[in-house]
């Protein structure tokens, strides 16, 4: 299917998801295991290579940020309420996989369940995606504003830079737009890792706890970041103004089917079949290839691999007039 061929009626969609959003008890808890447990069981051994060395500590370090990222999807998906068919335990288990990503997650989860039913609506943003510009709203910025965009915008800022402060400090505070019930969990979740953060650096130390905990952070950060970026901000994108916004159309040709080796595939809990997740939210991540392999019209959409994945981090600007994202070079270019 492409953009301008006509879309299938929602019960058509509605008819598609309905078959893959039934979750597995015995799949989520084997994730579970095979996520967290890793993860916690990772942070063992890391104590103990740190008596030794750092830099055998290293490796596994960059691993445990892997498995963090799988920690963090269980996350998201349990904010679907995807993950189980209990609501209770969707609550419980993403808010202590929240915990362990130094995330809040009423707060994430909320402002998550936003982005879904406002991507790609220029009339919109503003609701967990990238901040983006159009051509007009750009050039009609001042000098100093341009900076702030163009420094926000580029990759070593907001991957380098953004993505650990986002998760380090900038989910540690509440602000007057939250509910009572999200400050509270900003609260709760801060008190929490407090304890957590206090308890393990009378076990093992701070500096053998900050060296390992910043780390993992650092890099799950980056790649969860990325991720991020991806899903919404790629070549063939389409965004649009309200009056033509459409879900369907917009899960499909306003976000990524990124598709990653297998292995990367795994430790992105499948976040790469982006297009099927915004289509159908209450899929369980585990159920999403099944999903695609299983249904021609998902596999019809251009994926991006992970080196053509790298072109996207140039492009800066929505140019409404052409209906494509743009790079500053191009507006330069265009500019004469």
Same mark, same amino acid.
């Given at each position: 299917m492409t953009k301008n061929e006509k879309k299938p009626s929602s019960?058509?969609?509605?008819?598609?998801?309905?078959?893959?959003?039934?979750?597995?008890?015995?799949?989520?808890?084997?994730?579970?295991?095979?996520?967290?447990?890793?993860?916690?069981?990772?942070?063992?051994?890391?104590?103990?290579?740190?008596?030794?060395?750092?830099?055998?500590?290293?490796?596994l370090i960059i691993l445990s940020a892997g498995f963090l990222i799988r920690v963090f999807i269980i996350f998201h998906d349990c904010g679907h309420g995807s993950f189980f068919k209990s609501k209770k335990l969707n609550l419980t288990v993403g808010k202590i996989c929240g915990i362990l990503a130094f995330t809040p997650y009423d707060k994430w989860t909320d402002s998550h369940r936003q982005h879904h039913q406002t991507v790609g609506n220029l009339d919109k943003r503003g609701f967990g995606d990238v901040w983006t510009l159009t051509v007009d709203e750009y050039l009609e910025k001042g000098p100093w504003k341009r900076f702030l965009y163009r420094l926000f915008r580029h990759p070593l800022f907001m991957f380098g830079i953004g993505a650990p402060l986002s998760f380090l400090v900038l989910h540690r505070f509440s602000?007057?737009?939250?509910?009572?019930?999200?400050?509270?969990?900003?609260?709760?979740?801060?008190?929490?890792?407090?304890? !957590? *953060?206090?308890?393990?650096?009378?076990?093992?130390?701070? +500096?053998?706890?900050?060296? #390992?905990? @910043?780390?993992?952070?650092?890099?799950?950060?980056?790649?969860?970041?990325?991720?991020?970026?991806?899903?919404?901000?790629?070549?063939?994108?389409?965004?649009?103004?309200?009056?033509?916004?459409?879900?369907?159309?917009?899960?499909l040709h306003g976000s990524s089917f990124f598709k990653l080796p297998v292995i990367l595939r795994w430790f992105t809990g499948n976040i790469g079949f982006h297009h099927i997740h915004h289509l159908?939210?209450?899929?369980?991540?585990?159920? !999403? *290839?099944?999903?695609?392999?299983?249904?021609?019209?998902? +596999?019809?959409?251009?994926? #991006?691999? @992970?080196?053509k994945s790298f072109g996207a981090l140039k492009l800066r600007l929505w140019d409404e007039k052409n209906q494509r994202i743009v790079s500053f070079r191009e507006l330069r270019v265009k500019a004469g």
């Amino acid at each position: 299917m492409t953009k301008n061929e006509k879309k299938p009626s929602s019960k058509s969609w509605h008819n598609i998801v309905l078959k893959y959003n039934k979750p597995r008890i015995s799949q989520s808890i084997w994730q579970i295991i095979n996520s967290a447990g890793a993860y916690l069981l990772l942070w063992v051994l890391m104590v103990q290579t740190m008596k030794v060395s750092f830099w055998l500590t290293l490796p596994l370090i960059i691993l445990s940020a892997g498995f963090l990222i799988r920690v963090f999807i269980i996350f998201h998906d349990c904010g679907h309420g995807s993950f189980f068919k209990s609501k209770k335990l969707n609550l419980t288990v993403g808010k202590i996989c929240g915990i362990l990503a130094f995330t809040p997650y009423d707060k994430w989860t909320d402002s998550h369940r936003q982005h879904h039913q406002t991507v790609g609506n220029l009339d919109k943003r503003g609701f967990g995606d990238v901040w983006t510009l159009t051509v007009d709203e750009y050039l009609e910025k001042g000098p100093w504003k341009r900076f702030l965009y163009r420094l926000f915008r580029h990759p070593l800022f907001m991957f380098g830079i953004g993505a650990p402060l986002s998760f380090l400090v900038l989910h540690r505070f509440s602000n007057r737009r939250m509910t009572r019930k999200q400050k509270l969990n900003v609260y709760f979740t801060n008190v929490i890792l407090a304890l !957590l *953060v206090a308890g393990m650096s009378w076990l093992i130390g701070w +500096q053998t706890f900050l060296m #390992i905990q @910043l780390p993992i952070m650092y890099f799950s950060a980056i790649g969860g970041v990325y991720l991020f970026y991806l899903q919404h901000q790629y070549e063939d994108v389409t965004w649009s103004r309200n009056e033509e916004w459409d879900y369907h159309m917009m899960a499909l040709h306003g976000s990524s089917f990124f598709k990653l080796p297998v292995i990367l595939r795994w430790f992105t809990g499948n976040i790469g079949f982006h297009h099927i997740h915004h289509l159908g939210p209450t899929i369980p991540n585990y159920n !999403l *290839v099944k999903c695609h392999n299983e249904n021609e019209i998902f +596999q019809q959409i251009k994926p #991006i691999t @992970l080196l053509k994945s790298f072109g996207a981090l140039k492009l800066r600007l929505w140019d409404e007039k052409n209906q494509r994202i743009v790079s500053f070079r191009e507006l330069r270019v265009k500019a004469g």
